[in-house]
Structures are given as structure tokens and as C-alpha cells.
């Protein structure tokens, strides 16, 4: 759109508890979100559904279309028969013993943002946002999250959050410094994250993935995670003058 701020972009995402659905309860709630947006100077909206019919189509209705698939996958950590994997001349820690690495660890991570495939990758992620949503987050598992050093430098990663209560871990974040991919490095993170979250008692770990991210989905394979479901991401550019339901003014 021309002219229009690159940053404004809006995201919304709502649920209507299934007993209250179909009675206009999620399409006001939609309307008055996508108008608060839309008063904030946003020229685009973006929604994403987990695998649910009804939102799609509900998206679907009001003009949105598809523009990324996630593949949304879970390894049973209490069947999970994970390989052995070795790797010479690197070793492995947790992220608790790399506390005090934070620009090596964030490094790896801005590489690993840029590459990720996604239909907007994130180019431009400074030390603060990532310190307070990836490193700093309160349910980053210091134990279980893996890190592998080459001699003193982190160079592969993966991140996990840790929900004890209810047994469950999620993988926020894997990545490999571009200069040592293909040297089994980001399975030996996974695999030893993996192991420490069956060892903290989680039973099974959740991950989702873009469908066109290869590397991530065979790392995933050669795991054992099975496919739970797909979330789409929908997109919507608002056009000028235009009302928050998508009629004209
Ligand atoms: C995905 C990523 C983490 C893989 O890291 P890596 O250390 O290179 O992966 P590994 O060397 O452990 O790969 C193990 C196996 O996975 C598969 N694999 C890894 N990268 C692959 C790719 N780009 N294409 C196809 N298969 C790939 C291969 O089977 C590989 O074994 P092989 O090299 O013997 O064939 C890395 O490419 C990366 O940082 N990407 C950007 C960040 C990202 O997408 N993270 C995932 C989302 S959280």
C-alpha cells in the first residue's frame, strides 16, 4: 500500500467459548478489535487459526486469505525412543550454565530468525525484545533447554519452556550459527533437551513449525514427533477509507 507505515501491523486473535458460539459474540468482538487497530493507524491484519474449521472460515468470510501453514507436531517424551547422536570437538551445557553469554546466545538466534522460513521473517529483532521474549521468559527452562559450545563459544541452541503442572514442554526456539550448520549440531540440541524434560518428569514436548522449514521438520522426524495439526496464518491489507468490518465509508 503506498505510502503506508511498514510498521503498523496488527494482529488479533479471539476465541468464543464453544457454548456461546454463533451468536454474533466473536464477530463484534473481531470488529471492535480490527477498529482499535485500524484507529492505531494499522494497514494490515494478520489472524491465525489452530486448526479449526469455523475459524477459518470465519476468516475466510471477512476478506483474509492464507498466507503461511504451521505444522503443529508433539513428541511423547514417555515412548520416545530419541537416537544417540555424537558430535566431536563440541560439547554440550544448558542454558543456565550460559547465562552469562547472552550476546553469543542472542547471536545465534538473530541468525536463526532470519533464515527461518516464514512469510515475514524477523529481520530486525534487537538484544531488548529478544532478552525480554526469548531469554528472560519467566517459563524458559534453564535445565532443559541445550546448548553447544565449540570450545567456549555457543554456537547451536534449543529453547524450551517447561509447564511442570502440566507435564508439558514447548520448543520456542532452535537455531545453529550459519558457519556450523550441517554438522548434527541442532539434533544434539534437540535430542539432549528432550532428554532433560523426560529427566524433569514433562511427558510430551510441543513444537510447530513452518511447513516449508525442511531442516526443522526432518530434525522433528528423526525425533519422533507426530503431526497433531495445522495452523493457518491469515492476512488481510486494509484499503484506505475503509470501515472495520470491510465496507467502504
Ligand atoms: C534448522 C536448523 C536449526 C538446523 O540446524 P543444523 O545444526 O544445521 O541441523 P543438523 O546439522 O543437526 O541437521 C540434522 C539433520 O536434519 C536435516 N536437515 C538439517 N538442515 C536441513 C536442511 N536445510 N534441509 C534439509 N534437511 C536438513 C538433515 O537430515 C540433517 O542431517 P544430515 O546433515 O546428516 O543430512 C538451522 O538450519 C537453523 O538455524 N535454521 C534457522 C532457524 C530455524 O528455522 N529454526 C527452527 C524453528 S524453531
Not at 511423547?76 to 566431536?88: C, H, I, K
Not at 550459519?178 to 532433560?196: D, F, P, T
Request: a negative charge.
Amino acid at each position: 500500500m503506498g505510502g503506508a507505515d511498514p510498521r503498523r501491523k496488527g494482529r488479533v486473535w479471539l476465541s468464543v467459548a464453544e457454548a456461546h458460539r454463533r451468536r454474533g459474540i466473536g464477530s463484534s468482538l473481531f470488529e471492535t478489535a480490527v477498529d482499535y487497530l485500524r484507529s492505531e493507524g494499522a494497514w494490515r491484519v494478520q489472524s491465525y487459526v489452530p486448526g479449526d474449521p469455523a475459524g477459518s472460515r470465519f476468516l475466510s468470510s471477512r476478506g483474509y486469505r492464507v498466507t503461511g501453514r504451521n505444522r503443529v507436531s508433539a513428541l511423547d517424551l514417555r515412548g520416545a525412543a530419541l537416537p544417540d547422536v555424537t558430535t566431536d570437538g563440541f560439547r554440550l551445557v544448558t542454558l543456565g550454565e550460559t547465562r552469562d553469554r547472552a550476546d553469543d546466545l542472542y547471536a545465534i538466534c538473530v541468525e536463526g530468525e532470519i533464515d527461518m522460513p516464514s512469510d515475514e521473517p524477523e529481520t530486525e529483532m534487537d538484544f531488548e525484545s529478544w532478552r525480554r521474549d526469548e531469554f528472560e521468559y519467566p517459563d524458559v527452562s534453564d535445565e532443559c533447554s541445550a546448548v553447544v559450545l565449540e570450545e567456549e563459544l555457543p554456537v547451536s541452541l534449543a529453547i524450551v519452556t517447561a509447564d511442570r503442572e502440566r507435564g508439558v514442554g514447548y520448543n520456542s526456539m532452535t537455531a545453529t550459527r550459519r558457519s556450523h550448520r550441517r554438522r548434527g549440531l541442532a539434533l544434539l540440541a534437540k535430542v539432549a533437551a528432550a532428554r532433560r524434560a523426560r529427566e524433569i518428569g514433562l511427558e510430551r514436548l510441543v513444537t510447530e513449525n513452518d511447513e516449508d522449514n525442511a531442516g526443522m521438520l526432518a530434525i522433528n522426524d528423526r525425533l519422533g514427533y507426530a503431526p497433531l495439526y495445522i495452523e493457518e496464518y491469515f492476512t488481510r491489507e486494509l484499503a484506505q477509507g475503509e470501515g472495520p468490518t470491510g465496507q467502504r465509508w
